[in-house]
């Protein structure tokens, strides 16, 4: 299996699904794919992440899978915001969920303590999006646990220790709104130093490092071949990113639009001097420690909230596309309770109450694609636009996005092609690039769009949109 034959098994953690895909290495088919929810639990912590339940799913369908026993590496992907904490005996101390209001009890004492956006390119951001902000809650309200830890493992290294039992720290994982890194000098933050959390990091490997082989455990549980290697993992996002890196020129700008739970924009090439952290815009990491200037926003959630549940199923087209203009339905940000540019608020739906469930749809996507075109303009996004995740599959947003953006070539892949390339390339496979899709045709509609968007960035909350028309 060291010779890149076989399969290769990615387990993709976000924090709405958790994904197993069992992948060929010659000709990157997925042979098989499964998911569940990425469930939270409360406990006496606040809701933690079902590293537990993860790991007993994983294994059954590792166990399960007719393949298993030709997967020759393991690819760890996983969100930000998130660790597990290890004690001294190798015993899970704790693994919070971000979205915990009471992270935010500590916010004014914390605020003060981070280093500045200007050496981390991290955002204060709410609630444990800030990875800092969580172990300083956990210092203030269980110091004993705190004591207890040996290891701070970031989220998809986590699961790279799980499967070879090799601790490990990595570059994008750690750069993502952590507060614990210094991307533009590859240290660890002055805080992480003054609080002792540098020293629970354990050693920083790379993404496509190999950690070791499986566990024996696993092998005998799951049928893996005791040879089967793990490799270090990388952050969701950076791999999106490594995917399309690949077959666009070093010194040509692009952008790549990763979606999911998220969706995060980032533009190679652009200028770290467009980051202003408080429009939750900051520098992503790539596997080679450079900085990427990125902007987000919520749009996975933002999406149901505004096509609503009947909605949520149906493909929005053109058509009902022109039955949102004609009505001048409006969705303003923000859907989704952090995070983004307009985080703190609420959003609103104006003349939305005739759409159909399509029509719904069409909003969402709409709202989606203005979103993301703000987030370019933001951040002076030259180049091709390459989509990846669920939005690549979401043919009116491509159109609207590639309509908004008549100066640049918008494309996307099936939905599982960035990642599914960027675990191949980790693990040393030699495989071509994700296929191109044909670009996003522009919509006849473009003059009505570009009149929208005008109306639409009018009403925007302040702080952002006013100025950008």
Known sequence: MRDGSGAVALLDVGKTQTKLLLIDAQDARILREVERPSRSLGTALGPQLDVLGIEGWLRDELAAAPQVGDVGSIVPVAHGAAA????????????????????????????????????????????????????????????????????????????AWRFSGVAASELTSLGCHTDLWLPLARAPSRMAIALGWAGKLPALRGAQQVLGEVRSDWAQRCGLDPECRCLCGIHDSSASYLAYSQEVGADEPFAVVASGTWTVVMAHGADLGKLVESRDMLANIDIAGRTVATARFPGGREYQAVAGSDAARCTPDSASLQQVLLDDAVALPSFAPVGGPFAGHAG????????????????????????????????????EVLLDGPLADNDLYARVLATLRPGQMVRGAARRAGIVHAALHL?????????????????????????????????????????IV
Request: aromatic letters at 10%; charged letters at 20%; glycine letters at 6%.
């Open 84 to 159: 597990v904490l290890i004690g001294q005996s190798g015993t899970v101390l704790a693994a919070l969920d971000y979205e915990n209001q009471e992270f935010d009890s500590v916010a004014d004492i914390y605020r003060p303590l981070r280093d500045d956006f200007a050496a981390t390119l991290s955002p204060f951001l709410p609630l444990g999006l800030n990875l800092g902000r969580q172990l300083f809650w956990l210092q203030k309200n269980a110091p004993d646990l705190m004591a207890r830890c040996r290891y701070v493992l970031t989220y998809a290294q986590y699961w």
């Open 348 to 383: 609103r739906l104006l003349r939305a109450d005739r759409l159909d469930p399509r029509g719904r749809a069409a909003l969402a996507a709409l709202y989606l694609a203005l979103m993301t075109d703000l987030a370019l303009e933001s951040l002076d996004a030259r180049g």
């Open 427 to 467: 693990a040393n496979c030699l495989v071509p690039a994700p296929p191109r899709a044909v670009p996003a045709q522009a919509l006849s509609c473009a003059n009505s769009l570009q009149d929208y968007r005008a109306r639409w960035r009018r009403q925007l909350p302040p702080g952002m949109g006013h100025g």
